[in-house]
C-alpha cells in the first residue's frame, strides 16, 4: 500500500546527453501536472551521460508513477529516488545584498557564521555566496532580506547517497555500457 501523504520527493536520473532529453523527461511531468520545484542538471563522472536532480511534490504513489514513466523514456539510463535515503544534500546561491559602510561589518559577520563566503563586492553591494543544506540557505536569506536582496539566484537541491549505494549499482563508465549499450531495443524502439 502507498503513502497517501503529499511531500517532497528527491529523484537523480542519468541520463544520456542528447538534445532534447531533458525537454523529455520536464515534458513527463507537466503531462501528469506534477510541478517540479527544483531541477539540476549537469556532467557526471562518466562521459556522456549527465546526471539530474529533481525535487517534486506528491505522494508515494504519485511518483513511482513518474519514476516508471521516466524509466520508459529511451534516453533515461537508471533513476534513483533517494528520498529516503541517508544522502548528502546541498543547494547553492548567490545574493546580492544592498550594503551600506553602516551595515557592511554586520553582513559580513552574517556571512562568516553561516560559512558562506563574499564573492563580489561593490560600492553599494555584496554578493554572497553559500553552499548548504536548504533549511541554512532559507535562514541566511531571512536574514538578509533585512539589509535588502537586490539579486537572488539559487541552483536547487543536489543530492548524492552516503557511503556504498544503497540502490546496488555503480555509476562508473564500464558500468554504463552494461546497461545501455550504443544499440539498445527499448520500448520496441531503436536507441
Known amino acids: 500500500m502507498y503513502d497517501t501523504e503529499y511531500r ?4 537523480i536520473a542519468w541520463l544520456e546527453d542528447k ?28 562521459p556522456g551521460i549527465s546526471r539530474m536532480t529533481f525535487v517534486s511534490r506528491g505522494t508515494e504513489r504519485d511518483l513511482r508513477q513518474v519514476t516508471t514513466q521516466l524509466d520508459k523514456l529511451i534516453n533515461v539510463v537508471h533513476i534513483a529516488d533517494v528520498t529516503n535515503e541517508p544522502s548528502v544534500v546541498r543547494e547553492m546561491a548567490l545574493i546580492k545584498v544592498t550594503a ?21 563586492v561593490d560600492i553599494s553591494s555584496l554578493i ?5 543544506p536548504e533549511d541554512r540557505v532559507n535562514s541566511l536569506i531571512k536574514l538578509l532580506e533585512n539589509f535588502g536582496i537586490e539579486e537572488m539566484v539559487r541552483t536547487g537541491r543536489v543530492a548524492m547517497v552516503r557511503g556504498s549505494s544503497a540502490h546496488g549499482h555503480r555509476h562508473g563508465a564500464r558500468e554504463w555500457t552494461e546497461v545501455a549499450p550504443v544499440v539498445t531495443e527499448k520500448n520496441g524502439h531503436q536507441a
Do not use: C, K
Not at 538534445?19 to 542538471?41: A, H, W
Open 128 to 132: 554572497i555566496q553559500v553552499v548548504a
Open 100 to 120: 551600506t559602510s553602516q551595515t557592511r561589518g554586520e553582513i559580513m559577520q552574517l556571512v562568516d557564521i553561516y560559512r558562506a563566503s563574499v564573492v563580489d
Open 19 to 46: 538534445p532534447s532529453v531533458l525537454n523529455r523527461v520536464t515534458g513527463l511531468f507537466s503531462r501528469r501536472n506534477f510541478n517540479i520545484e527544483s531541477l539540476n542538471v549537469g556532467h557526471s563522472e562518466t
Open 8 to 11: 517532497r520527493h528527491t529523484i
